[in-house]
Protein backbone atom coordinates (compact mmCIF):
# COMPACT_ATOMS: atom_id res chain seq x y z
CA UNK A 1 0.00 0.00 0.00
CA UNK A 2 1.47 3.24 -1.34
CA UNK A 3 1.98 6.09 1.84
CA UNK A 4 3.78 9.45 1.52
CA UNK A 5 5.05 11.03 3.98
CA UNK A 6 6.39 14.47 4.23
CA UNK A 7 8.60 17.08 6.16
CA UNK A 8 10.37 20.16 6.49
CA UNK A 9 10.21 23.59 7.92
CA UNK A 10 7.59 24.65 10.02
CA UNK A 11 7.90 28.71 10.59
CA UNK A 12 9.64 30.83 8.51
CA UNK A 13 10.07 35.08 7.83
CA UNK A 14 8.75 36.33 5.41
CA UNK A 15 11.22 36.66 1.93
CA UNK A 16 12.68 33.53 2.98
CA UNK A 17 11.97 30.23 0.82
CA UNK A 18 9.37 27.24 2.00
CA UNK A 19 10.87 23.88 0.93
CA UNK A 20 9.03 20.76 1.98
CA UNK A 21 9.59 17.25 0.64
CA UNK A 22 7.78 13.90 0.13
CA UNK A 23 8.39 10.80 0.57
CA UNK A 24 6.82 7.57 -1.33
CA UNK A 25 6.96 4.24 0.11
CA UNK A 26 5.58 1.41 -1.22
CA UNK A 27 5.03 2.29 -4.46
CA UNK A 28 7.50 4.29 -7.51
CA UNK A 29 7.55 7.93 -7.95
CA UNK A 30 7.64 6.48 -12.27
CA UNK A 31 3.93 6.05 -12.18
CA UNK A 32 1.43 8.78 -12.01
CA UNK A 33 1.59 12.57 -11.17
CA UNK A 34 2.91 13.94 -8.07
CA UNK A 35 1.45 16.66 -6.48
CA UNK A 36 1.67 19.67 -3.49
CA UNK A 37 -1.79 21.23 -2.48
CA UNK A 38 -2.08 23.85 0.44
CA UNK A 39 -4.79 24.92 2.72
CA UNK A 40 -4.76 28.21 4.51
CA UNK A 41 -6.18 28.46 8.08
CA UNK A 42 -10.06 27.68 7.90
CA UNK A 43 -9.80 27.95 3.85
CA UNK A 44 -10.35 25.21 1.66
CA UNK A 45 -8.06 23.54 -0.70
CA UNK A 46 -5.83 24.98 -3.93
CA UNK A 47 -3.45 23.38 -5.95
CA UNK A 48 0.17 23.97 -6.24
CA UNK A 49 1.37 22.12 -9.30
CA UNK A 50 2.78 18.91 -10.15
CA UNK A 51 5.39 16.92 -11.27
CA UNK A 52 5.45 13.26 -12.83
CA UNK A 53 8.88 10.87 -13.39
CA UNK A 54 10.13 12.42 -16.53
CA UNK A 55 10.43 15.63 -14.91
CA UNK A 56 7.70 17.53 -16.33
CA UNK A 57 6.08 20.29 -14.30
CA UNK A 58 2.59 21.75 -14.44
CA UNK A 59 2.09 24.89 -12.04
CA UNK A 60 -0.71 27.05 -10.62
CA UNK A 61 -0.42 30.03 -12.77
CA UNK A 62 -1.14 31.89 -9.35
CA UNK A 63 2.57 30.56 -7.98
CA UNK A 64 4.28 29.93 -11.01
CA UNK A 65 6.58 32.57 -10.41
CA UNK A 66 7.67 31.61 -7.03
CA UNK A 67 7.35 27.51 -7.01
CA UNK A 68 9.72 24.81 -8.14
CA UNK A 69 8.30 20.82 -7.82
CA UNK A 70 11.47 18.57 -8.55
CA UNK A 71 12.38 14.78 -7.90
CA UNK A 72 15.17 12.54 -6.45
CA UNK A 73 13.99 9.11 -8.23
CA UNK A 74 17.04 7.60 -6.32
CA UNK A 75 15.44 8.73 -3.06
CA UNK A 76 11.92 8.00 -4.18
CA UNK A 77 10.74 11.64 -2.98
CA UNK A 78 9.74 14.80 -4.48
CA UNK A 79 10.26 18.49 -3.38
CA UNK A 80 8.24 21.72 -2.99
CA UNK A 81 10.18 24.64 -3.19
CA UNK A 82 8.29 28.25 -2.64
CA UNK A 83 10.41 31.48 -2.67
CA UNK A 84 9.96 34.98 -1.51
CA UNK A 85 7.12 34.04 0.94
CA UNK A 86 4.72 36.32 3.05
CA UNK A 87 1.92 35.94 5.65
CA UNK A 88 -0.44 34.68 2.78
CA UNK A 89 1.70 31.57 2.26
CA UNK A 90 0.83 30.39 5.81
CA UNK A 91 -0.85 27.04 5.14
CA UNK A 92 -1.02 23.69 5.86
CA UNK A 93 0.78 21.63 2.82
CA UNK A 94 -0.05 18.40 1.52
CA UNK A 95 2.11 15.87 -1.01
CA UNK A 96 -0.90 13.60 -3.03
CA UNK A 97 -0.67 10.95 -5.71
CA UNK A 98 -2.31 12.72 -8.92
CA UNK A 99 -4.36 9.50 -9.85
CA UNK A 100 -7.88 10.89 -8.99
CA UNK A 101 -6.24 12.53 -5.51
CA UNK A 102 -6.53 9.42 -4.07
CA UNK A 103 -3.02 9.17 -1.73
CA UNK A 104 -2.38 12.39 0.50
CA UNK A 105 0.64 13.05 2.89
CA UNK A 106 -0.22 14.11 5.97
CA UNK A 107 0.29 17.46 5.95
CA UNK A 108 2.78 20.03 7.20
CA UNK A 109 1.67 23.31 9.01
CA UNK A 110 3.62 25.99 7.53
CA UNK A 111 3.53 29.92 9.47
CA UNK A 112 5.32 32.64 8.09
CA UNK A 113 5.63 35.16 10.49
CA UNK A 114 8.51 38.24 11.30
CA UNK B 1 -11.21 33.02 -7.15
CA UNK B 2 -12.46 29.30 -7.73
CA UNK B 3 -13.93 28.31 -10.95
CA UNK B 4 -16.12 25.59 -9.05
CA UNK B 5 -18.70 26.75 -6.82
CA UNK B 6 -20.20 24.66 -4.16
CA UNK B 7 -22.92 26.00 -1.19
CA UNK B 8 -21.06 26.53 2.00
CA UNK B 9 -22.89 24.45 4.09
CA UNK B 10 -25.69 21.59 4.12
CA UNK B 11 -27.51 19.70 6.63
CA UNK B 12 -29.28 16.75 6.80
CA UNK B 13 -31.21 14.77 9.20
CA UNK B 14 -29.96 10.75 10.37
CA UNK B 15 -30.27 8.54 7.89
CA UNK B 16 -31.69 10.99 5.52
CA UNK B 17 -30.50 11.84 1.52
CA UNK B 18 -28.08 14.67 0.90
CA UNK B 19 -26.41 16.21 -2.50
CA UNK B 20 -23.71 18.21 -2.76
CA UNK B 21 -23.26 20.12 -5.49
CA UNK B 22 -20.41 21.89 -7.79
CA UNK B 23 -20.77 23.98 -10.64
CA UNK B 24 -18.36 24.95 -13.65
CA UNK B 25 -17.45 25.09 -16.71
CA UNK B 26 -14.47 22.53 -16.80
CA UNK B 27 -17.33 20.10 -15.49
CA UNK B 28 -18.96 19.98 -19.06
CA UNK B 29 -15.76 18.21 -20.44
CA UNK B 30 -14.24 16.34 -17.07
CA UNK B 31 -15.40 14.62 -14.30
CA UNK B 32 -14.92 15.51 -11.10
CA UNK B 33 -13.40 13.98 -7.97
CA UNK B 34 -14.76 14.02 -4.69
CA UNK B 35 -12.82 14.52 -1.22
CA UNK B 36 -13.83 14.39 2.40
CA UNK B 37 -12.23 16.27 5.11
CA UNK B 38 -12.62 16.10 8.71
CA UNK B 39 -11.54 18.56 10.93
CA UNK B 40 -7.45 17.86 11.57
CA UNK B 41 -7.17 15.63 8.84
CA UNK B 42 -5.49 15.33 5.40
CA UNK B 43 -8.66 15.32 2.47
CA UNK B 44 -9.84 11.49 1.30
CA UNK B 45 -10.63 10.79 -2.15
CA UNK B 46 -14.62 8.57 -1.88
CA UNK B 47 -15.20 9.40 -5.42
CA UNK B 48 -13.94 9.79 -8.73
CA UNK B 49 -14.63 9.14 -12.53
CA UNK B 50 -17.75 8.93 -13.50
CA UNK B 51 -19.26 7.22 -10.33
CA UNK B 52 -16.22 5.28 -8.78
CA UNK B 53 -16.13 4.36 -5.62
CA UNK B 54 -11.92 3.71 -4.00
CA UNK B 55 -11.62 0.69 -1.81
CA UNK B 56 -13.17 1.02 1.55
CA UNK B 57 -15.72 4.16 0.39
CA UNK B 58 -19.16 2.75 1.25
CA UNK B 59 -21.96 2.69 -1.16
CA UNK B 60 -24.02 5.16 0.27
CA UNK B 61 -21.63 7.57 -1.37
CA UNK B 62 -22.32 7.86 -5.27
CA UNK B 63 -21.94 10.39 -8.06
CA UNK B 64 -23.49 12.15 -10.92
CA UNK B 65 -22.84 14.64 -13.65
CA UNK B 66 -25.10 16.91 -16.03
CA UNK B 67 -23.64 20.01 -18.07
CA UNK B 68 -21.73 22.39 -16.29
CA UNK B 69 -22.89 20.35 -12.58
CA UNK B 70 -21.33 17.85 -10.72
CA UNK B 71 -23.48 16.14 -7.63
CA UNK B 72 -22.09 13.85 -4.60
CA UNK B 73 -24.86 12.41 -2.85
CA UNK B 74 -25.09 10.76 0.94
CA UNK B 75 -27.74 8.06 0.56
CA UNK B 76 -28.53 7.61 4.32
CA UNK B 77 -26.23 9.93 6.32
CA UNK B 78 -24.57 8.72 9.42
CA UNK B 79 -22.68 10.84 11.90
CA UNK B 80 -19.73 10.00 10.70
CA UNK B 81 -20.11 11.41 7.28
CA UNK B 82 -20.33 15.17 8.99
CA UNK B 83 -17.03 16.64 6.88
CA UNK B 84 -16.05 19.09 4.96
CA UNK B 85 -16.71 18.28 0.91
CA UNK B 86 -14.59 19.21 -1.82
CA UNK B 87 -14.63 18.45 -5.37
CA UNK B 88 -11.87 18.64 -7.81
CA UNK B 89 -11.65 19.22 -11.49
CA UNK B 90 -9.16 20.23 -14.39
CA UNK B 91 -9.34 23.94 -14.45
CA UNK B 92 -10.06 26.39 -17.65
CA UNK B 93 -6.74 25.65 -19.34
CA UNK B 94 -7.28 21.80 -18.80
CA UNK B 95 -3.63 22.20 -17.42
CA UNK B 96 -3.97 22.46 -14.10
CA UNK B 97 -6.43 21.28 -11.30
CA UNK B 98 -9.16 23.59 -9.17
CA UNK B 99 -10.55 22.37 -6.15
CA UNK B 100 -14.12 23.82 -5.58
CA UNK B 101 -14.79 26.18 -2.46
CA UNK B 102 -16.05 23.55 0.22
CA UNK B 103 -19.27 21.99 1.49
CA UNK B 104 -19.77 21.58 5.55
CA UNK B 105 -22.22 18.98 5.84
CA UNK B 106 -23.70 18.71 9.37
CA UNK B 107 -25.39 15.76 9.98
CA UNK B 108 -28.22 16.23 12.53
Known amino acids: QVQLQQWGAGLLKPSETLSLTCAVYGGSLSDFYWTWIRQPPGKGLEWIGEIIHSGGTNYNPSLKSRVSISMDTSKNQFSLNLNSVTAADTAVYYC????????WGQGTMVTVSS | SSELTQDPAVSVALGQTVRITCQGD??????PTWLQQKPGQAPMLVIF???NRPSGIPDRFSGSSSGNTASLTITGALAEDEADYYCNSRDSSGKGYVFGTGTKVTVL
Open chain 1, 96 to 103: ARRNAFDI
Open chain 2, 26 to 31: SLRNYY
Open chain 2, 49 to 51: GKN
